[in-house]
């Protein structure tokens, strides 16, 4: 917590097994900076990886929003649900932005929050770090165990931000414990 809130820390990297609260922590901080009016808006990205030996959903019908929707279930989960999710969208407060989509902006006076780190390379970290505009925070979290394509175990972009351990805009924390329920901690 003192990570998240310390202002000279720009980045920070959030690591931890399932349900040890990443993204709530995460949430909370985003939130927290968006009410107090510290930052304008949250840029939720999410590269999309299927779960390993799961099938595909195919086409969706619908525009970005409708189709990321899914997609954005956790931070969905940590602000109220999808009513909470869909209102703060409309109000321009929050922004679902795919991976594919993201070369070129620059995100300026905002909190940009990447979850499922591991399901993303070495590449896509150096991207979303050049990303970072003036008064914006990056987030990111991630479980290198729930690592669902073989290539990202050696090109993840989880080690190519702990490069960035000694750096004081940059911070990382690992939880080492489940919060989810107790049963939830029988997965690790």
Known sequence: FDLMQNKDVIGAMILGGAGSG?????????????????????????????????????????????KMISWSLPLADQIGGIDAL????????????????IRG????????????????SSYHAKVLVSRMGENSYL?????????DSSKRKNDSAINAFKKLRGNKMFGMVTLDRVERSDFAALSE
């Not at 927290?32 to 799961?54: A, C, H, T, Y």
Request: hydrophobic residues 35%; aromatic residues 6%.
């Open 105 to 120: 902006r620059s995100f300026k006076n905002c909190g940009v929050w990447v979850t499922e780190m591991q399901s993303m």
């Open 86 to 101: 869909n209102l703060l969208i409309d109000q321009g407060k929050i922004e679902i932005q795919h991976f594919e989509s």
């Open 139 to 147: 987030y990111v979290n991630g479980d290198i165990k729930q690592t």
């Open 22 to 66: 990443k993204d709530h922590i995460i949430a909370s901080h985003m939130m927290q900076k968006l009410q107090s009016g510290e930052i304008d808006k949250i840029v939720f990205v999410r590269n999309i990886e299927p779960l390993k030996d799961s099938g595909q959903v195919g086409f969706l019908p619908g525009d970005l929003n409708e």
